[in-house]
C-alpha cells in the first residue's frame, strides 16, 4: 500500500487530535535533548489509549512502515527521535497519561506510559507514600521512557533502577498484539521473566502503554550533607563506613569533582558553594528513613566527624533546613546545564564495581591530561553505584571544532580502559544511536547472538525502532 494511504489510515484510528504532520508541530518530536541529533518524519501519532496504540501498530506491521516510540524525548542517546530519512514515523505516548489505579495495601500503582515521572511523585506523595526513581529529567521524562531505558538516578543505591522497581507491564507487540502482563504480584516464578526483556530495550520490541510500579514508605527523616575529600579513594572509604554506621540508611551518594562544582557557582544563579576552601573531590551524601524518630543527623555527623579525625573528609557542611537541602541538590542537579556555558564537552556515562574506581579515575585523569591538553576532567556521578559521568568539557579559550575532532578516538580510550577495570560503557543512559558500535565490541558473542534472536523473535519484519540498540541486519 502507498504510504500516503497508510498515513490517512492511521490518521482515522486515532483522529483529529491524535497526530501532528506539519513541520512547526513536530519539531519538538525530531530533535534530541543535547540538540546531537535531529530527525525526520512525515507523522508524529498521539494515540490516547492501548487500543490506538495496537491498531497504529497493526496497521505499521501491513505496510512496514517503521515506528520510533518516544516518551518525555529527554533520552541522551538518541533512541527516541526519528532517523534524518523521514521513512519512521513517531508514535509519542502523552496522551496516554492517566494513572490507573492506586492500591496502598498492595503498595503499588498502575499508570500509563505517558504519565510524567514527576507527577508520578506527587501521585504517591498524596496517599503519603513513595515512587522513588529521581532524577534530573523527572519534570518531562514519562514512567514508558524511563522503563524503556531502564532508568537509574539518586535514589538507586537504596530502591535500584526502574527494573527493580516495576511489577507488571503492559506492552503493545510489533504486530500489533497486545501483551496484557500488569501483574502486581511480587512473586512470580511461572516461566520465563518476559516483561525484563523491554525493560531497557529502548523501544525495539515493543510499545509500552502501562505499567503497575511499586510505591513504599514515605519519608519521613533525612540527613544531607556536602562533604569535601582530598581524593575518590576517601568516597569508596566513607561508603562502605556509612552504610554499615547507618544500618544501611545511605538513599544518595554523588561525587562531584571540584571543577563540575565550580561549573555549577559559575554559571548557576542562586547555586552557590557552602564550604570554604577549595577541594579536589565532594560528596553529596543523604540518609533518609521512613521513621519521623530516627535520628539520622547525629548518625552522620558522628561518622563524617570519624572520617575529619582520620582525615579521609576535609571539610562538611550539613544541612540545617529544607531551603538548604534544596540548594544543596539544585547545585548537584544543575551541573549538566553548567556545563553546556562552558562551551563543549566529551561525555561517558560509565559505571564501574566500586571497589576499583578510585584506581581508574587516577589512570583515565593521567591519560586525559597527557592527551586531551584543551580539555579538563569535570566528573560527577551516582556514585554509590559505581557510576560516574566522566566528562571532559574544552579548556577556556580552546578551539571547540578541533576538540570535538576528537571525540571518537577519547571515547574509544575511556570506554577502552573502562572495560580493562571491568565497567560498562552505558551505566544509565542505554545504548540508543550512539553506543550501537561499543555494543558490539563489548558485548560477548553469545550474549550478542542471543540479542538478535530476541529481536528477531518479537520483531521479525524490523519495525520497532530499527538501528537503535542493534545494528539493522
Ligand atoms: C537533565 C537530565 C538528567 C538525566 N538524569 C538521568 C539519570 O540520573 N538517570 C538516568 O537513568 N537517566 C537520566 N537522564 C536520561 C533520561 O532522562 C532517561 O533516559 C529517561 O528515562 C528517558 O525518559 P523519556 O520519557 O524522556 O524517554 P525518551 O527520551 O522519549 O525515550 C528514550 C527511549 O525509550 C524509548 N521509549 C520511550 N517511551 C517508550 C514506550 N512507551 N515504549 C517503548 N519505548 C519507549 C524511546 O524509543 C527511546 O529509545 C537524564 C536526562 C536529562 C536530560
Redesign the pocket.
Known sequence: MEIAATLERIKGVVGPRGWIADPRGTEPYLVE??GLYRGATRLVVRPASTEEVAAVVRICAEAGLPI??????????G??VPPEDGHNIVLA?GRMNRIRAIDPVNFTMTVE??CILAHLHQAAAEIDLLFPLS???EG???????????????NVLRYG??RDLVLGLE?VLPGGRVLEGLSSLRKDNTGYDIKSL?LG????L????AATVKLFPQIRARATALVALPEVRAAVTLLGELRAGSGDRISSFELISRPALELATRHIPGVSDPLTGAHPWYLLCELSSARAAEPLDEVLEEALGAALTRGTVLDAALVRSERERAALWKLR?SI??AQRHEGASLKHDISLPVAVLADFVARAASWIGANVPDGRLVAYG?VGDGNLHFNISQSAGSDRERFLSRADSVRCAVHELVHEFGGSFSA???V?RTKVAELERYTSPVELALMRAVKRAFDPHGIM?PG?VLREQ
Open positions: 535533548a543535547r520510533v516510540p518516544q516518551g518525555g524525548n529527554t533520552g541522551l542517546v533512541g527516541g505516548l506510559a505517558g532524577l534530573g529529567a518531562s521524562c514519562q514512567i514508558g521512557g524511563n522503563l524503556s531505558t531502564n532508568a537509574g538516578g539518586v533502577m526502574m506492552v523491554f530495550a529502548e523501544g525495539t515493543g510499545v509500552i502503554t542537579e549538566p546545564e551516582h544509565e543512559h542505554g540508543g525502532n537503535k
